[in-house]
């Protein structure tokens, strides 16, 4: 499994990692004196990947939702000169606008 980040938690802080969607990977358990009696353990824990995609689909939707993403494609278009209507001058919007759409599809199935 691959992680967007990796992080190492106390025993008090390794349920809030997991509840927000946190894996454990790994243990490490450690003593502060020589008769092992005073043992810690820290936790050894990762982001997936597909749960940091998930976030960032899910803000994306939200924006759709309120109708930015016309407005995404209006600022491209504004920002390089082009009329969206004029098909025939904006070759390199269609791409940017056909790679979010691909992008999109694929990643909500």
Known sequence: ????????????????????????????????DESGDETRITYHLGYPVGN???????????????????KLF?????????NLDDYSENGAILEAITKYEKVMLKTRK
């Open 1 to 32: 499994m691959d992680y967007i980040k990796i992080a190492a938690a106390t025993e008090r802080d390794v349920n809030s990692y997991l509840k927000d969607g946190w894996k454990l990977i790994d243990t490490t358990k450690y003593s502060y």
């Open 52 to 70: 940091h995609i998930s976030d960032l689909l899910s803000i994306i939707s939200s924006y759709e939702e309120s109708g930015f993403k016309e």
């Open 74 to 82: 209006s600022k491209w278009a504004e920002d390089s000169g082009i």
